[in-house]
Every structure is written in structure tokens, then in C-alpha cells.
């Protein structure tokens, strides 16, 4: 039993297991319920409290990113507004570009049409010039040829070649100060070999390396002439000259065969029968000479890289020659000192042979004599008297004496 006292009254009364759990549990229900009540009070004003910070939180971070989205949204507008000018430069600087590249290129389109019509101008003139200059020299040509056609027929053969010979003479010797200082120009008359041209041309750098050098043979004829000759009756004794004299080219400088258009073009090309040959007019002569020079200064470089090859190969042949003289002198002492070298040993195998012979004859001896000692130290009286009793009985007296006498 339980005794429980009441709060209002401070009367006791007693009750039992059953009653006092039932009480006991109507006070717990009673304290949890208010106690849940507080707390449910509590978690609601938190609650309400939590709300509104939440609801402040969110309208301040609200009123935060409203800001920030404008001025993003102004920042953009700004950025817009600066693309947009840039832009409209952009197009502007492009249609100005556009327009002035067109307005060069109209510009040029306009200087090359200017400079066609130019050309083009330009070109007839330069034809009509070449025609011009075409007849004139035609009618020059002409006239030479008509010229050398009545002077001949007024000249017997041997002056019109002595004549031709004056003329490239004399037409060389008008430059011969000025364009020819280092240049030799004389008649050929070296005639050892049984025959020579008629001038021969040589010129050398001022280290005196010659660069080039040119046989001429001048020939002509008038027309009463019995036999008339062709330019190629002369080629084989003037390429003959050539290598005799040692020179370069050849140039038979002719006035045969007048009405050969062949030979009245110009400079004709003979090398394809014989090397470096020409066939020309006596106008050309100082053109002549002049070509193949020129194009001769261009290899004096490698001519004189070519001399100093040459004087270093004679050097080296001088040097060489020295060598194979100084090896066949050696060569020779060589030999014979090896030579008395071989008989040195020969002779000196020899005397060892001898030597060795003499040793062996000696060694022999000595034996003999080692012998003849042995069977001297052996000898006694008892083997000299072994069979000889009259020497025994002479020796047995003579020591039965000397025993007596001491």
C-alpha cells in the first residue's frame, strides 16, 4: 500500500500497487503532455524565428543578386554598346578599304592599259627603227658589195689581195692604241713548215698569259679570174696553219663567192668541219676580232689558275725528278754496299767453317793427347820388363844396389 498525500488538502489516503501506477502514470501523462506542449511552444516560436531569418536571409541575398544582375545587365549593355561601335568602325574601316583597293586597282588597270598603249607604241617604233636600220644596212651591204665588185675588176689578182690585206690592217691598227694596247697583230712569215697565213692575231693579259690568239687568211679575186675558187678550197691549209702556229681560232676573211647568200648572212660558223674556224666579210673583221675576245676575257681567270697549275705541276715534276734521281743514286750505293755487305758474311762464314774445322782438329788432338797421358801415367817398370827378362834382371840389380848403398 501506498500512502499519498494531497496537494490541496494535506489529507493522506492510502491506496494500493494498482491505483498508485495508475496515478503515477496519470502525472507522467499529464507532465509529458505539458512538457510537449512547451516544447511543441518552443519549437514553434523557433520555428517562426527561423522563418523570418530565413525570409530576411532571402530577401537580402534576393535583393543582393537583383543588384548584381543589374549591374551584369548594365556591364553587358555597355559591353553591347562598345561591340556594336567597334563593329560599326570595323565595317566602316572595311568599306573604306574595300573601296580604296578598288580605286587602286581601277588605278592600275588604268597605268597598265596606259603603259599597253605605250608598249605597243613603243613596238612600232622599235619595228619601224629595225626597219629602217634593216634597209639601210641592206643597201650599205649592197653597196659594198657593188663597191668590191668594180674595184676588184679593176685590179689584177695579186692587188686585190694585197689590197684586202691593207684594208684589215689598216682598219685594226685604228683601234690598236685604244682597244689593242697588249695585242699582237704582224704577218705570218714563219714559213718552216712549208706554208703560213696571212696575219696572226695574239693578245695577253698585262701578267703575260696570252688569252687569245687567231690565224687569218685573207682571200679574194676579180671576175676575169680563169679558175674561180670557193671559200672551202681554203679551209684544210688554214686549219693546217692554225695548229702549226698554235693558235686558237681560224678566220678566213673572203671575198669569194659574192652572190652566196651563205656567206653574205654574217659570221659563218665553220667548226662543224673544222674546230673554230669563221668565214666572214671584210666588214666584219674588227667584229670579228672583237667577239672572240670578249668571250676569251671571260676564261682569262681560269687561265691563269690554269698557268698556276701548270708551273705548280713542273714543280712538283722537279721535285719528283730530283726524288727518282736521289733514289737511283741511293739505289745504287745500296746495292753495292749490300753487295759487299753479302760477301762480308760470306767470307766471315767461311772463316767460321775454317775455325770450326780447326776447333775440331784440335779437340781431336788434345784427345789423342788426353790419351797418350792416361797410358803415360800407366806405364810402371813391372809392365816395360812384362816380357822382357834381360830389362827385369837389370832393374832387379839396379834396385838390389840402391838398396845397399843406403
Known sequence: MHEIKCPNCGKLFSVDESGFAAIVSQVRDEEFHKELSEREKQFQTEKETAL????????????????????EIERLKAQIALDEKDRTIAVNNAVTAKKDELVEKDKMVSELLSKLKESEKDSQL???????????????????????????????????????????????????????????????????????????????????IEFISIMFEMKNEIDTTATKKKNEDFFKELDKDRREKNCEYAVLVSLLELDSELYNSGIVDISYKYPKMYVIRPQFFISMITVLRNAAMNSIQYRQQLAEIKNQNIDISSFEDDMND????????????NEKFTK????????????????????????????????????????????????????????????NTQ
Open 126 to 208: 622599235k619595228e619601224q627603227s629595225l626597219k629602217e636600220n634593216f634597209n639601210v644596212q641592206l643597201k650599205t651591204k649592197d653597196e659594198a658589195i657593188e663597191f668590191y665588185k668594180d674595184f676588184k675588176a679593176r685590179m689584177s689578182t695579186k692587188m686585190v689581195g694585197e689590197t684586202l690585206e691593207q684594208h684589215c690592217n689598216i682598219e685594226f691598227n685604228k683601234l690598236r692604241a685604244t682597244g689593242f694596247q697588249n695585242a699582237y697583230f704582224e704577218k705570218d712569215n714563219d714559213a718552216k713548215t712549208g706554208s703560213k697565213g696571212d696575219y696572226i692575231f695574239r693578245e695577253c693579259t698585262p701578267d703575260g
Open 344 to 403: 762480308a758474311i760470306e767470307e766471315i762464314d767461311k772463316t767460321i767453317d775454317h775455325l770450326q774445322k780447326t776447333k775440331e782438329a784440335l779437340l781431336s788432338s788434345g784427345n789423342n793427347l788426353r790419351l797418350a797421358n792416361d797410358k803415360a801415367q800407366d806405364l810402371t817398370v813391372k809392365r816395360l820388363t812384362k816380357n822382357n827378362p834381360t830389362m827385369a834382371t837389370k832393374f832387379t840389380e839396379l834396385n838390389a844396389g840402391s838398396d
Open 326 to 337: 736521289f733514289k737511283d743514286k741511293f739505289g745504287r750505293n745500296f746495292t753495292l754496299a
Open 52 to 71: 523570418r531569418l530565413a525570409e530576411a536571409s532571402a530577401e537580402i541575398e534576393k535583393e543582393k543578386r537583383s543588384s548584381e544582375l543589374k549591374q
